[in-house]
């Protein structure tokens, strides 16, 4: 997986595979379910969670890095 913040815009691959282009701004789905994250603007600066899906999952993460963009 590959994800690129470039200024208000949000890029992502999976194996190769672009699968969310997003754009600061753009309209966004309601909230349908109780589990989906809320909606609202992404904050111009923070932490980079990793995240799973339930208190008994068991998530493993391999080669995470960042690199800045030009």
Known sequence: ???TL???RTLVHI??????DFT??????E???SY???RGSRPASGYI??????GDDVVY????SYQELD
Do not use: A
């Open 6 to 8: 470039d200024g208000n």
């Open 49 to 54: 969670g990793l995240q799973n899906h339930g």
């Open 1 to 3: 997986m590959v994800i």
């Open 31 to 33: 909230k349908v379910k």
């Open 15 to 20: 194996n190769g595979i672009l699968v969310t």
């Open 36 to 38: 989906e994250p809320e």
């Open 61 to 64: 993460f391999k080669e995470i």
């Open 24 to 29: 600061e701004g753009d309209p966004v789905p």
